[in-house]
């Protein structure tokens, strides 16, 4: 909104100033063209009177005029001209002067605070801020009482001020016609007086004659007044002195002036500095700089979606006929103009130049002239309007009033049925209801209204406001009565004007006189000029009464289509009125701000279009205007870059396609080509470096990098390692399972100890991972890196000649032979020319760089482009960004013609854009918690290291799927495909009970090649005949032989080394888990390099397989005391055997195909027990098992014998082999005894308890074990009495028919007897989900500790030995006496108390009839100590009373461990019914 620098008040006072008329002679041209000026020029920076004026009013009054400023201009005489519109010069003026009035560019931007919008302006003379939620008084306050808070615009003010001075004069209104006419002559004039009658002949033949209508003058007697200009470098002064006092005598001291100038001398040497005030008042085409010129023939050719005529000439698009285009929105995008027209644009800013340079004034202006000359123009201006100029108006006021004051006699009904009927001198009227034409009615120079009418326009000239306002209301009555609306609204125009400059405004200001007057101006009189001049006016009075908007209302009212320039002026005001109001209405003022824009383009005015739409940008951006948000981004672009701002023009379309724009895939096209367009142009001007690209969008966190080769695909029967790729997504848990095998690893290789400087290998690294250290790459080995590309628009894009952008710095152990090692070598220069450049292949030397030829995206597509380098020598790599091609997809733009293809090319530009990945937020100490801080993030800065060796791994005949136990025999082959020797091949696996590589000494003699091992057993086998009931046969193996005791194993490959290039196969024995169902198996394989000190000091290759595993064979087991008499035992070591059960059941399904199972061998493995024999009745016949069937097996086991062995030896395991076939596997050797040392790991905690036990025993005597060891060991003590500590191995064939063939699978089941009397069985038992539990929220005491006594009443075994059958003379000797042997075997370690009664316990009658005929004799109970492992032998009579069959299993037997006072005897499960048979002889 104008900004001011003189009040309103003033403002209006100046548009509005008495008019004087110069006449010069030729001679009087050519002296004051001496300083580059004409007369008029000369006088305008003096034409403000400096000291008040005085005349008096008919009342003879004094009034006085203040500030007065007087127009002074040259005679231009025009026979035809129309008043109702502006000229095309004087249009052209304007659009001249609004163009070089610009914001000054540098100045310190101003915001204005409007609710949550802050609105920056480009004006250095801001006043003030008021935010929008100050008290409404405060406000309205600061708005009535102080300057206008807001930005200046100059433009409109020198558009308002020209406008209002380049008005044509009008017959309703003598504001503007010439009052006095200066006659100027010089005295270098051979007659003055003679010129001055010429020129006052002149003046009076075109005032008179009636030849021309313009200029217009106010009264017929003008006022003439006579100037005597003398030159003082040239002319007599006294001669000018002589003529001058003539002209006094001749027309009157009062009407003439002798003016001297040029009073400036050039032969002295001064350095005095005159200033120039001629310059800012003459106008502007006059003192255009190329700049502006340049600005003009851009603005001639309209841009915006193509409105308007592309004409050079500035008026051609104001004249009628122009298609503005008027049927489209202001908004709306045109999408079928905006293809293209950037480069129509282009061509027609080279045609609009106009070869020929404007004639300006060139030079300074008042050369000649000193300051004393200076103020000699300023005394004669102050003594022309003083003497000459305000008499004269004073007298022609009291001359009118004199005439008008004469007629008030005359009846005015009279007076206006007189001019009704007789017409007065004027036209007839016409009907009230017919629009009336300009110059429908019109009034003779001598009628009473126009001379009212003169009388106000005299009176307001000078100041008078309440005599004018009189005369202006009478005027318009009258004017009103006869109809005549164009003088009625001229006379409602000023008397508005008049009531707002009377001083201490007796009356409010009609502001509906000013409507009224605007209306008729627009609407009836069709005169725009007029109604423009009315609402800048009013606009400016409402506003300084705090009234914004109705001053809103009024410009916006004033917007039409016939002046663009115009309605973009108004229009960006009412904007400027909406931000200035109590409570700013901010979208308001952003939608006028860009219907100013608009118009502004229309008429050419491009900057000004881009302030608005940038100004209005300040309230759409990130509020959710999306569609906005694109047409004023695209008009930014469009407008920035007819103004050569094209870098300007990159950021506004860039912000259009990387918001997610809701645009139609037509238009996002548009601005997409657009865009290209201009990226082109700017690339064009500068090739120094790559721009950055906005599209495709990166995300930069989802870029993940690979560091090695991409692993090879299965080879026809090899399958390859899975090791790590790409494809895989990531999962924490993997990573920490790998993690955790690769310490174990680690730890193996280095002594049991993980180095503290240990970094777990990461060959991808993504968002998820450590990323804190530079990660560590090898020579000659790619690095991959995925990124992730997102197309926002709706169209297709396609991308070419995508290559990653590096800068690398070569370590010092690099040989340099170019560069030296510090500095860095980028591959940025090499790409900015293209793929062809002859720079490649230097760079390649160092790193290679993939380039990706076409990519293609889809709309909104999010794809993944995986780019490769190669390095071939150590030292830093840093990726920093991608360059690429971009250009739009669409169907028809490959044309198969060389001019097409010349078109594609051009909508292809070359950027890059720059990889910059933010890191993870800190979260250690307290200053991390509570700020936001991120580390850094080093996944694309590898340091890349000399060579490493590389194995690639691959499996040959390797099952997917497998039976519960089943052995499989496959083969590994390892390949060193580097240059370097590798060492120390380790595997480390989650399941390592899976596989076995077999031990040296015990792995049998099998074929190392897959093709020789057709129908081959996987175990070692030895024929042997039918025998039956024979013993097992035992093998005696060291537990050493079996690297059973780690989850790492080392890999056995000759020399332990494998060479560059070489490759090794070994057999590999696999078996079914135990459990069925799908099991994820991970390898983890680990070597080392020959050359120690490099900074990667071991690698890993990672494999994973899938075993779907099915159910074969369940095994259960059990043990129980045998019951024959220690004499008749087979062994020697003087206690009973064991007897073993084992239950197997065929729980194959037949879904697999297996048609049987035969159980071909019981194998047993223990340190202390082994089984003997079978004693099944079928008499060592293999069994067959089909479905669902089972089958019982019944064994002997016995104590193996006691080694003699040193104490520090490797613990010794005892193999017994019983088959039930004519072939004995040895189950001794791999891969049997592998699997049951891997499948029997956890048992070695039990082992080492009884090994414990048995040192602490053998160490101190009995007297010395205190009682808490004691009490400690009662445990333990008690398990051993019972513990078998008996592995059973079951092998078994299966029967597959598969694809009409037959084949012979083989796998084992273990099972682990571990006590007497419990039973096991090889498959885990399904856990059952468990029922909810009520929650309980006091804690329980826990239960006391006790024994259990199934345990305890098991430490004494009991036997009977007596003759099955006794015969007796009863006849003879009534009581029979049978003598019995009762053996007592202490079955555990420790001495025990044992209490044997013979009584009878039991008295029912069921027990009387058994027992009642049967008794012992002698002494009936008995308390005895057994040292640990005893056998004792009781001898008993009993005594019988008749013959039967009894039962001699009565006697009870208690016992406790000895030295235990606090538990009481338990009672001892006894053997099974004795019975005996007395006969009586």
Partial sequence: MAQCVQSVQEFVQDSFVPMVAVLCSEEAERVTRKNNLNFAELLRPFCRLTSEGHIRDPNNQVQVVKNMRISVNNVATSPNIASAALSPAQRRLLNEVVLSSQPQEGTVASVITAGDYDLNFSDHSLKASLPWYSAWRDTLLEVSTSKHC??????????????????????HEFLNHYLACLLVVSSTEAVPVEQFLKLSQEQHRIQHSGEYTNPKWFIPNTLKYYVLLHDMSEGDEQRADTVYEDMKQRYGSQGCYLLKMNSHTFSTEDDEQIPDPWSQYLHKNNLHSQEVLEDLSVNSATAENSVGAPEVDHNSSE?????????SHPLHLDPASSSGSLQALTALKKGARDPESVAGGAGSHGACLTLNDHDHIRQFIQEFTSRGLLPHIEKNIRQLNDQLISRKGLSRSLFTATKKWFGGGKAPEKSISEPKSTFGLLYPPEAPELQIRKMADLCFLVQHYELAYSCYHTAKKDFLSDQAMLYAAGALEMAAVSAFLQA????????HYMDTAIQTYRDVSKNMVLAERCALLSAEILKSQGKYS???????????????LRSALLLEQAAHCFINMRIPMVRKFAFHMILAGHRFSKAGQRRHALRCYCQAMQVYKERGWSLAEDHINFTIGRQSFTLR??????????????????????????????YLYVYKSVIGESEVSLPQLPLPCIHSSATRVYFGHERRLAEGEKQAATHVSLDQEYDQSLTDMWCHLEEQLVAAANRGIVPGNFQPTQCCLNSQTDNLRHPLAVVEEPIIVELTFRNPLKISMALSDLSLLWSFTASDSSPSTEESPAEVVTNEETLARGVGSLDMTQKDDIVTTETILDFHMSPEETKMARLRLLPHRTGQLNIVGVVYNLAEASPGEIAPSTDGQQTTDLMVVRGKQDLKIQGQRLNQTKE????????????????????MPLMEVFFLQFPTALLCGEIRKAYVEFCNVSSVALCGLRVASTHPEFFTFGSQATSPLTPLSPTSAENCSAYKTLAVGPQPGSVASEVLVSAADFSQHSSVMDIPIEGNTLQPGESTQMPLWLRGPDQEGVHEISFLFYYESKEKGNKISHRVLRHTVFICASRSLSVQASASRSSVPPHHSVDDTGSGGTLVFIDVENINTSESGVREFHIIQVSSSSQHWRLQKCINPAKDKDCKLTSRERAKLCFRATR????????????????????????????????????????????????GDVASFRTSNSSKSPGVVSSEDQAANITNIVKKCNELDLNIIVIWKAYVVEDNKQLILEGQLHVALQAIGKEVTSVTPKEEAQEMVLLKFKSELPPPVALPSAELSQLIKTNLHYPETYTHPFVQDSLCLVPVTLNLSNCSLAQVDVIIDLRHKSTSPESLEVHGSFTWVGQSQYKLQLQPQEVLCLSLRACFLQAGVYNLNTPRVFAKPAKQAALGETSQQTASPALIIINNA
């Fill in 150 to 171: 807001t930005a200046t615009t100059p433009w409109f003010e020198a558009y308002r001020e020209n406008f209002l001075q380049s008005m044509p004069a009008s017959d």
């Fill in 319 to 327: 004249k009628e006929g122009v298609s503005n285009n008027l049927g």
């Fill in 504 to 511: 201490g405004a007796p009356r409010p200001y009609p502001a």
């Fill in 550 to 564: 109705d001053a809103a209302t009024l410009l916006i009212k004033m917007t039409s289509e016939d002046c663009d």
């Fill in 645 to 674: 701002q094209p870098e300007n023009a990159v950021v506004a379309f860039k912000q259009i396609l990387t918001n997610d724009s809701r645009q139609t895939a037509t238009q996002q096209g548009a601005f997409l080509r657009e």
């Fill in 928 to 947: 991390d918690k509570m700020s936001v801080q991120h580390g850094p993030d080093r996944r694309l800065d590898p340091i890349i290291t000399p060579p």
């Fill in 1200 to 1247: 193996c014998k006691p080694q003699q062995a040193p104490p520090d030896a490797v613990e010794k395991y005892t193999f017994a082999d019983l088959n039930l076939g004519n072939e004995r596997i040895v189950s001794s050797s791999t891969p049997c005894g592998d699997f049951f040392f891997r499948c029997h790991r956890t048992l070695a905690p039990q082992r």
